[in-house]
């Protein structure tokens, strides 16, 4: 088969989780802050996006692995499918979907956007990053000065400007606060930066007229680490007052980078000031850069965190064809009958075991990440991120990031190798999608945060910051969960695998506090297994959510008993094939010692 239309979307479940599950037709949709959609237009607009998403923009998926990205003269264009995609993409509206009225959008609230989102990063991640204009203008419209506004915003949309976030630096990486980007005022509102920095996605193209770069400098005299540094906008093309365009604005794509996989996203090292004066504009005129800056970041986590799941459920329906139309073996029940028919490999019992570990886990990260999503309307709906209202909601979407982006991007990575097993030798070739996916997906846990640094997050900032209330008050919704009792005694082993591995859990965190008091290299140790079984908790605690809607959904609607069923064995399989897990987990880290510590480093 081509990879080229590689993408059949799971549109159901995005589905059942909005509008069956969270129910956000009656709870967010038509509320302010949010637009006037309802939910049969919300359904109609996804349902366009899954087919623009599957009969276009899949198609751009695989050109860029034979026809890369190109830096000639510090200019990149890109292959011409790409950017015929990204037109379809305009052309059809999708970047107005979360836009705010105001700025001539449709207003969804973030779980419609995250949706739509998983849509286009499961057709052609590459093509995602081409979109971060979009935030841009949000974070603008939300921080900016009013001048700010006007100068920007009108043009940013209607003209479909790309837009980058520019933190790392070649020698700093993940330690921001090593940052040697400077800022030198030169007049009362511009600003001159001068710096290299690495790893920028997005930081060049021929896709737009103009990118906007959110660079992170530290002015002159500014104190050194994070706290010293300030957020400028900085677009590549200048921008006059009125909104016109003037001329080359002295930043420079240096290098392009050669990757594993990811190879449609230009991922460049940005050159700001060499040979020419590079202008910005400071953010909103205070220096607050980098809590600005974490604006962009925690989207971007959940959006990695979208990625994932969605490449996991791509590769868990090609998988799944794949195995329907594979023709090996006889049934394992006649094995020694030399006469028996050959069977599709989807009726061998280990096949059937991989296929449902993905289906199993792309259901309950597609459950995460919506959930998370959900929590982000309440947030919206009660004063946005950081209002005070919206204090509860806004401090359970943090503990929940790490999550989403941690555990999602370790784990598809690991299920994305089950897809390529099921498919035997063919899966190691380029005939099929799934050797792309896990490139493609690989990067996931590596930015935005690696894996561990979403560990350290969680425990030491978003744990600690209010003495564990918020992880508590989740904790007790799943024991309330693991402890209700169904009128039917369908899901009572599942409620009660859910119940001991919420304790476990609870064992496991009591331990590490505990063990705190010795060393902090425990959490250093540690970290990671910590953040996996508190994700898998709560992953296991909405399947079972789950299952309770989809029994009482087969009552009301038989016509698609076969989805509820599904709905079932998923949240049975995760909840006795991986929440026991948590129990060892929790032994690891009781038995969890710093002898690692101690092993000399010519020993290594």
Same mark, same amino acid.
């Not at 499961?122 to 009013?146: E, K, M, V, W």
């Not at 792309?362 to 919506?370: Q, V």
């Given at each position: 088969?081509?990879?080229?239309?590689?993408?059949?979307?799971?549109?159901?479940?995005?589905?059942?989780?909005?509008?069956?599950?969270?129910?956000?037709? @009656?709870?967010?949709?038509?509320?302010?802050?949010? =637009?006037?959609?309802?939910?049969?237009?919300?359904?109609?607009?996804?349902?366009?996006?899954?087919?623009?998403?599957?009969?276009?923009?899949?198609?751009?998926?695989?050109?860029?692995?034979? *026809?890369?990205?190109? !830096?000639?003269?510090?200019? #990149?264009?890109?292959?011409?499918?790409?950017?015929?995609?990204?037109?379809?993409?305009?052309?059809?509206?999708?970047?107005?979907?979360?836009?705010?009225?105001?700025?001539?959008?449709?207003?969804?609230?973030?779980?419609?956007?995250?949706?739509?989102?998983?849509?286009?990063?499961?057709?052609?991640?590459?093509?995602?990053?081409?979109?971060?204009?979009?935030?841009?203008?949000?974070?603008?419209?939300?921080?900016?000065?009013?001048?700010? %506004?006007?100068?920007?915003?009108?043009?940013?949309?209607?003209?479909?400007?790309?837009?980058?976030?520019?933190?790392?630096?070649?020698?700093?990486?993940?330690?921001?606060?090593?940052?040697?980007? %400077?800022?030198?005022?030169?007049?009362?509102?511009?600003?001159? &930066?001068? =710096?290299?920095?690495?790893?920028?996605?997005?930081?060049?193209?021929?896709?737009?007229?103009?990118?906007?770069?959110?660079?992170?400098?530290?002015?002159?005299?500014?104190?050194?680490?994070?706290?010293?540094? /300030?957020?400028?906008?900085?677009?590549?093309?200048?921008? *006059?007052?009125?909104?016109?365009?003037?001329?080359?604005?002295?930043?420079?794509?240096?290098?392009?980078?050669?990757?594993?996989?990811?190879?449609?996203?230009?991922?460049?090292?940005?050159?700001? =000031?060499?040979? %020419?004066?590079?202008?910005?504009?400071?953010?909103?005129?205070?220096?607050?850069?980098?809590? $600005?800056?974490?604006?962009?970041?925690?989207?971007?986590?959940?959006?990695?965190?979208?990625?994932?799941?969605?490449?996991?459920?791509?590769?868990?329906?090609?998988?799944?064809?794949?195995?329907?139309?594979? +023709?090996?073996?006889?049934?394992?029940?006649?094995?020694?009958?030399?006469?028996?028919?050959? #069977?599709?490999?989807?009726?061998?019992?280990?096949?059937?075991?991989?296929?449902?570990? $993905? %289906?199993?886990?792309?259901?309950?990260?597609?459950?995460?990440?919506?959930?998370?999503?959900?929590?982000?309307?309440?947030?919206?709906?009660?004063?946005?991120? @950081?209002?005070?209202?919206?204090?509860?909601?806004?401090?359970?979407?943090?503990?929940?990031?790490?999550?989403?982006? =941690?555990?999602?991007?370790?784990?598809?990575?690991?299920?994305?190798?089950?897809?390529?097993?099921?498919?035997?030798? /063919?899966?190691?070739?380029?005939?099929?999608? #799934?050797?792309?996916? &896990?490139?493609? $997906?690989?990067?996931?846990? +590596?930015?935005?945060?690696?894996?561990?640094?979403?560990?350290?997050? !969680?425990?030491?900032?978003?744990?600690?910051?209010?003495?564990?209330?918020?992880? $508590?008050?989740?904790?007790?919704?799943?024991?309330?969960?693991?402890? @209700?009792?169904?009128?039917?005694?369908?899901?009572?082993?599942?409620?009660?695998?859910?119940?001991?591995?919420?304790?476990?859990?609870?064992?496991?965190?009591?331990?590490?506090?505990?063990?705190?008091?010795?060393?902090?290299?425990?959490?250093?140790?540690?970290?990671?297994?910590?953040?996996?079984?508190?994700?898998?908790?709560? &992953?296991?605690?909405?399947?079972?959510?789950?299952?309770? #809607?989809?029994?009482?959904?087969?009552? /009301?609607?038989?016509?698609? @008993?076969?989805?509820?069923?599904?709905?079932?064995?998923?949240?049975?399989?995760?909840?006795?094939?991986?929440?026991?897990?948590?129990?060892?987990?929790?032994?690891?880290?009781?038995?969890?010692?710093?002898?690692?510590?101690?092993?000399?480093?010519?020993?290594?």
């Amino acid at each position: 088969m081509s990879s080229s239309n590689h993408y059949v979307p799971n549109l159901r479940d995005i589905e059942f989780n909005l509008f069956e599950f969270l129910d956000i037709g @009656r709870a967010s949709l038509g509320h302010a802050p949010f =637009g006037d959609l309802d939910e049969t237009s919300a359904r109609q607009m996804l349902q366009m996006f899954a087919q623009l998403s599957t009969n276009e923009l899949a198609l751009s998926f695989e050109e860029p692995e034979h *026809n890369p990205p190109k !830096l000639e003269n510090g200019a #990149v264009t890109l292959p011409p499918g790409l950017k015929k995609a990204m037109n379809a993409f305009f052309d059809a509206g999708m970047h107005l979907l979360e836009q705010p009225p105001h700025l001539g959008g449709l207003g969804a609230p973030p779980s419609l956007g995250w949706a739509a989102f998983e849509l286009l990063v499961g057709a052609n991640a590459s093509l995602a990053f081409y979109t971060l204009g979009n935030l841009l203008a949000r974070i603008i419209d939300r921080l900016g000065t009013d001048a700010q %506004k006007q100068r920007f915003l009108p043009h940013m949309l209607d003209r479909r400007w790309g837009g980058s976030m520019v933190l790392t630096e070649p020698d700093a990486g993940s330690d921001v606060g090593a940052a040697r980007t %400077k800022a030198r005022r030169v007049s009362d509102e511009v600003w001159e &930066i001068d =710096g290299v920095k690495r790893f920028i996605t997005n930081g060049d193209s021929d896709m737009s007229e103009n990118i906007i770069h959110m660079v992170l400098a530290r002015p002159e005299g500014a104190a050194p680490g994070t706290k010293g540094l /300030s957020l400028f906008v900085v677009p590549k093309y200048w921008v *006059n007052e009125d909104g016109s365009l003037g001329e080359d604005n002295g930043v420079v794509c240096t290098k392009l980078e050669k990757k594993m996989g990811l190879k449609g996203s230009v991922t460049c090292e940005l050159t700001f =000031g060499d040979g %020419k004066p590079c202008r910005g504009l400071l953010l909103g005129e205070v220096h607050d850069g980098i809590r $600005q800056m974490f604006y962009i970041i925690e989207q971007a986590r959940m959006a990695v965190g979208v990625k994932s799941m969605a490449t996991l459920s791509a590769g868990y329906g090609r998988a799944l064809a794949f195995s329907k139309d594979r +023709l090996q073996g006889a049934d394992l029940m006649q094995a020694r009958d030399k006469t028996a028919p050959r #069977v599709p490999i989807f009726r061998h019992p280990d096949v059937r075991r991989m296929l449902m570990a $993905q %289906k199993a886990h792309a259901e309950g990260m597609r459950a995460l990440c919506l959930y998370t999503a959900f929590i982000q309307d309440g947030v919206e709906r009660k004063g946005g991120h @950081r209002a005070i209202e919206a204090g509860e909601l806004d401090t359970l979407n943090d503990m929940l990031l790490p999550l989403v982006k =941690g555990y999602c991007s370790e784990k598809a990575y690991e299920m994305l190798s089950l897809s390529l097993q099921v498919h035997g030798g /063919s899966g190691y070739l380029q005939d099929y999608p #799934v050797e792309q996916y &896990i490139r493609d $997906q690989k990067i996931d846990t +590596l930015y935005e945060g690696t894996t561990h640094i979403q560990a350290l997050d !969680l425990l030491m900032r978003k744990v600690a910051r209010d003495g564990g209330a918020t992880l $508590q008050g989740l904790l007790s919704q799943i024991r309330e969960a693991a402890e @209700r009792a169904g009128e039917d005694k369908e899901l009572e082993a599942e409620r009660a695998a859910l119940g001991k591995a919420l304790g476990d859990l609870e064992l496991m965190l009591g331990t590490l506090m505990g063990k705190l008091g010795e060393s902090v290299y425990h959490v250093g140790l540690q970290g990671n297994r910590v953040l996996f079984a508190v994700a898998e908790v709560v &992953i296991g605690w909405l399947l079972v959510r789950h299952a309770e #809607v989809a029994l009482e959904r087969m009552k /009301s609607n038989p016509g698609d @008993r076969a989805f509820y069923v599904g709905k079932l064995a998923s949240a049975r399989w995760f909840c006795h094939e991986v929440l026991p897990g948590v129990a060892h987990a929790a032994r690891m880290v009781e038995h969890s010692n710093l002898d690692l510590m101690d092993v000399p480093e010519e020993s290594f």
